[in-house]
T-cell receptor, first 113, second 112 residues
Framework: EAQVTQNPRYLITVTGKKLTVTCSQN?????MSWYRQDPGLGLRQIYY???????DKGDVPEGYKVSRKEKRNFPLILESPSPNQTSLYFC????????????FGEGSRLTVL | QKEVEQNSGPLSVPEGAIASLNCTYS??????FFWYRQYSGKSPELIMF????GDKEDGRFTAQLNKASQYVSLLIRDSQPSDSATYLC????????????FGQGTILTVHP
């Protein structure tokens, strides 16, 4: 089954404790992206990756890191989480044919205390 | 000005009516436009995309694009309670291709 898988789905952590949210897709897509969703603000792009080893900042990259060492994986790293990073996070991959459909993971709800 | 802006909701329509959702964008070079539906607690799913001026119809859904006015809309005919969801407009291309930008979403409620 074609899918984007992200883990963990739910996480409660404390300020400053490094965490990684994993994302994996099995559709051989070149493009992957991370979004955060907050009430009234819609989906805001954190980082995106056009292909392996190429990443670029989205609208809200501060406090986040990503890496793209292989096509299928695109982890999101919070080196020192803060309460303002409490949010719902979505990983997505973009279909390779124009104009491209975004396939979303199920979301990861992160709470930073 | 926000890059992608949707009409403020929530929008409430009776069953069987036409729901009209609107979106404007600021980057005149934007190339492709998408409407996603998101049910509460779920991830967004693609309803339609459009990249040429004019109308595009798919079942009960019609997307309309006017690049001169930088405006894209989604019409839902014969609205059903199952259409109740948040609708997200997304815009790709322009000055930074690959940077897909979403609007803030419009909550639609279809009441019986």
């Amino acid at each position: 089954e074609a899918q984007v898988t992200q883990n963990p789905r739910y996480l409660i952590t404390v300020t400053g404790k490094k965490l990684t949210v994993t994302c994996s897709q099995n559709m051989n897509h070149e493009y992957m992206s991370w979004y955060r969703q907050d009430p009234g603000l819609g989906l805001r792009q954190i980082y995106y990756s056009m292909n392996v080893e190429v990443t670029d900042k989205g609208d809200v990259p501060e406090g986040y890191k990503v890496s793209r060492k292989e096509k299928r994986n695109f982890p999101l790293i919070l080196e020192s989480p803060s309460p303002n990073q409490t949010s719902l996070y979505f990983c997505a991959s973009l279909g390779n044919s124009f104009p491209g459909e975004l396939f979303f993971g199920e979301g990861s709800r992160l709470t930073v205390l | 000005q926000k890059e992608v802006e949707q009409n403020s909701g929530p929008l409430s329509v009776p069953e069987g009516a036409i729901a009209s959702l609107n979106c404007t964008y600021s980057d005149r070079g934007s190339q492709s436009f998408f409407w996603y539906r998101q049910y509460s607690g779920k991830s967004p799913e693609l309803i339609m995309f459009i990249y040429s001026n004019g109308d595009k119809e798919d079942g009960r859904f019609t997307a309309q694009l006017n690049k001169a006015s930088q405006y894209v809309s989604l019409l839902i005919r014969d609205s059903q309670p199952s259409d109740s969801a948040t609708y997200l407009c997304a815009v790709n291309g322009g000055t930074s291709y690959g940077k897909l930008t979403f609007g803030q979403g419009t909550i639609l409620t279809v009441h019986p």
